[in-house]
């Protein structure tokens, strides 16, 4: 992962960015706990776990809104890059400074794929804004949870009370999962589909296979 301003060269950083995607209930949140525990085994350089929306006290309250009040596309695009504009600052660029693995729950490709594609937002503006926010940095790998949105749903109506965005109905989500392959089109060096329309051991032994893969664990 690297950092710059906007057209200005990237600088490295010393930590490992890793974020992890996908439509709610594709069960990437899971793997992200399972990941952490076995970097943590191994020892060596620290793991942060963070999420997004969140990961500070003030995005976190930024996710409060945005998870429950109604408001329109620009408003939303604008509170998701407000809470990374945040965490990016106070949580993930010390992390990585400091030579830590950071696994992030969601990152911009969410921003692209929730309010690009499910929205129907302007993805110029969203290209900008990530710019402004983010100053150049992005993960070095973007695990993307790719599962029918009908298994999510039946996923998600098991484990939990549905949140604003989670009430959307199917062609929501559908057109989610389609800018998630277009992100993952357009980035085929950081971005790897999982298969996750399988069983929970399956899906891991995939994510592991990556780790592996780059000399990870």
Not at 141 to 150: E, G, I, N, R
Not at 177 to 203: F, K, L, M, S, T
Request: proline content about 6%.
């Amino acid at each position: 992962m690297s950092t710059g301003s906007p057209g200005a060269p990237a600088l490295p950083l010393p930590g490992r960015f890793v974020t992890f995607e996908g439509i709610d209930g594709a069960g990437k949140s899971t793997h992200l706990d399972a990941v952490a525990a076995r970097l943590r085994q191994r020892g060596g350089a620290e793991v942060v776990c963070t999420r997004e929306p969140g990961g500070t006290a003030l995005a976190e309250r930024l996710r409060e809104v945005v998870l429950a009040q109604p408001m329109d596309s620009l408003t939303e695009a604008l509170l998701v890059f407000a809470a990374r504009r945040d965490h990016t600052q106070r949580v993930i660029r010390p992390a990585l400074e400091r030579g830590a693995t950071v696994l992030c729950d969601r990152y911009t490709d969410a921003t692209f794929a929730y309010q690009g594609a499910g929205r129907g937002f302007d993805t110029a503006v969203l290209g900008r804004l990530a710019d402004w926010v983010q100053q150049g940095l992005e993960p070095a790998l973007t695990l993307w949870f790719d599962v029918p949105p009908a298994v999510a749903a039946r996923r998600r109506a098991a484990a939990r009370a549905a949140d604003r965005f989670e009430r959307e109905d199917d062609g929501f989500f559908e057109r989610v999962a389609a800018g998630y392959r277009e992100r993952a089109a357009g980035a085929p060096g950081r971005v790897v589909r999982i298969d996750a329309d399988a069983p929970q051991g399956e899906v891991a032994a995939r994510v592991a296979a990556v780790f592996e893969a780059r000399g990870w664990w």
